[in-house]
């Protein structure tokens, strides 16, 4: 390729990107550079979702980065770009304290170029094993690295590969869990949506390592852009014979399929997803026997999250020793982590494991969007727990993390202010694993049920004095008797904030309050002597519960409030509070 | 394009194995899951009926009933509900007069909510069929349902 003299303009069409318009963007630049010497080109999301729509100016000697691009813009950045006059938008402290490994090519390649990822060493990690590399000590090198199963458990990712190696037998499986469920979690999609053939790389290796010829790479319906990059990345990875009969002439078969799920969280779950894979109800069994021993049709199987599996590649290319110069003692490497919720710069943040939540947080992710003092932090999704702001200096590793009443998880950390209840998170978690769980177990099923009964009817004011007891003692149960990790962790949001935010369960049951003012129970809607009688609210309003002439003040019909809100939001009079 | 129960066998293979796959084709080709499509497939393959059915009824993506034109799905994730995603869906739910899992009796619209899209740092996130939208605020919605309305009718 001769592009060095060129001048490439790169736009990110991640679906964060898309989401903020960037197909919008790109289109218009299609036609915007008609009749220039300009190259268009495009790429996956870099993380940094808080600029989206995203676009790069590579030119010559440097890569200019524009942020919050818009159709309108494009014709005057073209002329910037012919007329040398284009300047940055952004500084690069979000990236300054991050290490990038598994996100190393995420928004710099295209995605659906296989060259792109030759270009980066792809599959050289691969071609290295086959040359010269036996499957035991691959394993060993992994093992050496220190790796931990990112998808949450953090189980060590050599010994897991060890126990599907030793386990006899004809046939093997592996299998890439991008059944990335967790609400606030993105960096599965994010990878595979960005730097699809580093996963195959990873998968293909797993595969070698343990003696497997075929793997499935599972993937959720709700990521369909994931689902189609992927399929294209295996289609041209066999194109090429790095995927298929006899990779590379080397002599090693391996072939991979796509699953996609079919909205079910439960599946996320190793056994589980198994059963969603033979065509069944994703329903999980006991363990053991161990998915290594006997998993996908009885044969043992090997299952690893997509973002272990992406740091593979790099693991086998640069050493094992590299690797665990990252990290804390315990949990070597680096970690991605979705920052998101009520955060300035959200987005992807692959940092050294051990790093504190304050320095995520503040450092990377400069603090609240509201400006107000962040509350608290929510780790590992619906099985993790809430850390108040006290905690912040928390290094993120497996074992604090567990210490502390929260968890890794898969990686999403959802910020909250002080405007946030935390009965009501508890709620809206106990609402989610209520849904989601498969009914197998008989405390998951209808434990959480009543756990969820006696959060709403504390966030409608209608709380009672034994409520705090009941919902410890159904935890515990709940913790004990459920066979999966869904229903063993189900109870821990609620355990986590009522450890931490106590206070508010208590008011909200005695005083009847709700200091964050968000649980409808417990608040009234009000309009001050501000209102003009502009009539905005009357037509937002859902419920019809406001009421009042053209140019006079407006009422709010208590009894016909929903307090959904919406006329707060819509008041451009500040004349609607709520209390 | 509907097509019969040969197809998807023909199509898919005769194992249990082929279930989730089947289905989703049948859903993608009809919009929806008709049990009498369901009956004919277990005939022809080795796959039984009750194992379809039970499949059909526990993933989310699936329904038995036919689903309006435009499929919207708001999502309910952690983030995007500390971001007031709550008040959008009742905004929605009153401009289309219908509530969560409801299809307009115009056959338009369709309302969902879905645990997350995986766009957590645009919250407030909705998804319309394949394309998803952030950033979102009531008079946004509104401005995008405006545009279906006219533009994604019958």
Known sequence: MDNKDKTIIRVGLGTCGISAGANDVYDAFKEAIAGTNLTLEYTSCNGMCFREPIVDIILKDR?????????????????????????????????????????????????????????????????????????????????????????????PTGLKWELARNSKSNEKYVICNADEGDPGAFMDRAVIEGDPHRVLEGLAISGYAIGAKYGYVYVRAEYPLAVKRIKQAIEDAQNRNLLGNNILGLGFNFFIKVKEGAGAFVCGEETALIASIEGKRGMPTLKPPYPAESGLWGYPTNINNVETLAAIPWIIRHGADKYANFGAEKSKGTKVFSLAGQISKGGLVE???????????????????????????????????????????????????????????????????????????????????????????????????????????????????SDVESLIDLASKIGASSLCQLGKTAPNPVLSTLKYFKDEYIEHIVNKKCRARSCKGLINYKITNKCIGCHLCTKACPAKAINGEIKEKHQIIPDLCIKCGICESVCKFEAIYHE | MQKSAEFYVNEYGVDEAKTIPILQAIQADYGYLPIKLMQEVCEKSNIHYNRMYGVATFYSQFNLTPKGKNIIRFCAGTACHVKGAEKLIIAVSEELKIRVNETTSNGLFSLETVACLGCCSLAPVMMINDKVYGKMTIAKVKEILMDYKQHHGQ
């Open chain 1, 63 to 155: 890569i200019i980065s524009l942020s919050n691009v818009s159709c309108g813009e494009v014709p005057r950045l073209i002329n910037e770009i012919l007329n040398n006059k284009i300047i940055d938008s952004e500084d690069n402290d979000f990236l300054v304290m991050q290490n990038r490994i598994v996100l190393e090519n995420c928004g710099h390649i295209n995605p659906d170029k296989i060259d792109d990822y030759l270009a980066k060493e792809g599959y050289q990690a691969l071609k290295k094993i086959l040359l010269d590399i036996l499957p035991e000590q691959v394993i060993s090198e992994v093992k050496s690295s220190g790796l931990r199963g990112r998808g949450g458990a953090g189980f």
């Open chain 1, 351 to 465: 940092v050294e494991i051990g790093m504190s939540l304050r320095k995520i947080i503040y450092e990377i992710g400069a603090g609240t969007s509201s400006g107000k003092p962040v509350k608290a932090v929510q780790l590992g999704g619906p099985s993790g727990g809430c850390l108040p702001e006290s905690m912040l200096d928390t290094p993120v590793d497996y074992e604090s993390l567990l210490a502390k009443g929260a968890i890794m998880g898969s990686g999403g950390i959802v910020v909250m202010d002080v405007d946030t209840c935390m009965v009501d998170i508890a709620r809206y978690f106990l609402a989610f694993t209520q849904k989601e769980s498969c009914g197998k177990c008989t405390f998951c099923r209808l434990g959480t049920k009543r756990m969820l009964e006696i959060l709403e009817r504390i966030t409608l004011g209608e709380g009672r004095e």
